[in-house]
């Protein structure tokens, strides 16, 4: 079975571009969960979804958005980059809710210039 | 709102000797808590969780952990600590009581030394 995959691995922007990160979770999940990992802040929850819906939302300003469709894939994206938004973005997947165990992807590295 | 500390950025263990990953969480309602492991240049992996029940929790690679309600924390521990068990190790909590958000401590880097 094949685990979470999440494209790119890697991305270099500039400030002020937007971005947009993917995420496919394992077959059968229908909860997606994104979170932003830095050395200073650890790990940072951004937002949850299940059947496409946004359950949960983290602290982190409007310009970072989500969705999720009706075959699970989810996908992030954040407008307007900032410096501060350089960072690994994880994002993991259960079978119904986070309360159960998660899985998660390798992640995308992203680096804003 | 919910919230997880984990007291201590770094933990130095010798091998072989027994190893404890601090983490102190607050909640409103029943807590569900987590402990996942981050091992270089490998994704998340989760370790252990306590939902109700038993206090004390087993887990992957030798792990357990013991739910303290009166102390509010749930350290991880192992009886004898192996050098592949350096890594970056993540608590976290939701709040059973309510429909909320997975808050996850800032992290605490195990370093086992030979």
């Known amino acids: 079975k094949a685990g979470v995959t999440q494209t790119p691995r890697y991305l270099i922007k500039t400030r002020g571009q937007q971005v947009t990160l993917s995420c496919s979770p394992i077959?059968?999940?229908?909860?997606v969960s994104w979170y932003q990992q830095t050395p200073g802040q650890g790990l940072q929850f951004l937002f949850e979804?299940?059947?496409?819906?946004?359950?949960n939302k983290g602290n982190f300003p409007g310009r970072f958005s989500g969705r999720q469709f009706s075959n699970s894939r989810s996908e992030m994206n954040v407008s307007t980059l900032e410096l501060g938004d350089s960072a690994l973005y994880l994002c993991?997947?259960?079978?119904?809710?986070?309360?159960?165990?998660?899985?998660f992807g390798s992640g995308t590295q992203l680096s804003v210039l | 709102a919910q919230s997880v500390a984990q007291p201590e950025d770094q933990v130095n263990v010798a091998e072989g000797n027994p190893l404890t990953v601090k983490c102190t969480y607050s909640?409103?309602?029943?807590?569900?808590l987590f402990w996942y492991v981050q091992y270089p240049n490998r994704g998340l992996q989760f370790l252990l969780k306590?939902?109700?029940?038993?206090?004390l929790v087993k887990g992957s690679y030798g792990f357990e952990a013991e739910f303290n309600k009166s102390q509010t924390s749930f350290h991880l521990k192992k009886p004898s600590a192996l050098v592949s068990d350096s890594a970056l190790y993540f608590c976290?909590?939701?709040?059973?009581?309510?429909?909320?958000?997975?808050?996850f401590g800032k992290g605490t880097r195990l370093h086992i030394l030979p």
């Open positions: 993991a997947s259960s079978l119904r809710t986070p309360n159960e165990k998660l899985f």
């Open positions: 077959s059968g999940h229908r909860s």
């Open positions: 979804y299940f059947s496409e819906t946004q359950r």
């Open positions: 909640v409103s309602g029943n807590p569900y």
């Open positions: 306590y939902i109700t029940g038993d206090n």
């Open positions: 976290a909590v939701r709040d059973g009581g309510r429909d909320d958000k997975i808050i």
